[in-house]
């Protein structure tokens, strides 16, 4: 009968006697599972170690150590992925409730129609002249005189009939005084708010299509709502 050694998934020495091996690989195993091998290791460890020359207990209780820490690290990425998935599930509901509202969104894109378009252009600073810059699908840019403002924002309107834009895609954009270009937000209907396929929450607003949550910057309230308050 022969006595050969190898090492495990923990790095215990473990020995195989008459060609009956005991070693396992832990790695993707459930944490009870893992919980089982390290026992049947330890175990096999102690009863075939060389009584001449036992183990140091000390690496015993070492290896324990890093599988309590390796449990701990994977318990605590399960609950913090749980919690994740509450959080983005309570954001759901409660943008869900705001269907129907208008939403100012910071956006870098417009579908224009027949209809009016407001919005702002969030200036820094002062600013003696601000234009207001649209790009169609051509690249022919149409630009929108704004007046002087100080720092905040700038209210804009865009009557695509007057300023002669068909129905399409655009492009917009703002520059101020200084050469900087400031954000333009947009009022616009929040049609819809669902979860991604990768996770995470997505905004429908009409006229602009898709947005994240983060480029919404208010809400302001369902147009009934706004009329029946001012009666």
Do not use: C, W
């Not at 008459?18 to 832990?26: E, I």
């Not at 449990?71 to 129907?100: D, F």
């Amino acid at each position: 009968m022969t006595t050969t050694s190898a090492t495990n998934a923990f790095g215990f020495a473990t020995s195989n006697t008459g060609g009956d091996t005991v070693a396992g690989n832990a790695t993707g195993v459930a944490t009870s599972e893992n919980k089982d091998m390290f026992t049947k290791l330890l175990v096999a460890q102690i009863r075939n170690q060389d009584p001449l020359a036992p183990s140091d207990p000390s690496q015993f209780v070492n290896q324990l150590s890093q599988l309590s820490q390796t449990e701990a690290l994977q318990n605590l990425a399960q609950t913090t992925s749980a919690s994740a998935s509450v959080l983005q599930s309570i954001q759901v509901l409660a943008m869900g409730a705001q269907v129907g509202s208008d939403v100012s969104v910071v956006t870098s894109r417009l579908r224009l129609g027949g209809d009016k378009v407001d919005g702002n252009v969030q200036l820094s600073g002062s600013s003696s002249a601000t234009s207001l810059v649209l790009v169609d699908a051509g690249g022919k840019e149409t630009r929108v005189e704004l007046p002087a403002h100080g720092a905040g924002a700038l209210p804009f309107t865009i009557d695509p009939t007057a300023l002669g834009l068909a129905p399409g895609s655009y492009g917009i954009r703002a520059e101020a005084a200084d050469g900087s270009k400031p954000a333009v937000e947009v009022t616009a209907r929040l049609e819809s708010v669902r979860m991604a396929a990768g996770g995470g929450v997505v905004l429908q607003v009409a006229g602009i299509g898709e947005v994240d949550p983060f480029a919404v910057t208010g809400f302001n309230g369902k147009a009934n709502a706004l009329a029946a308050t001012d009666n």
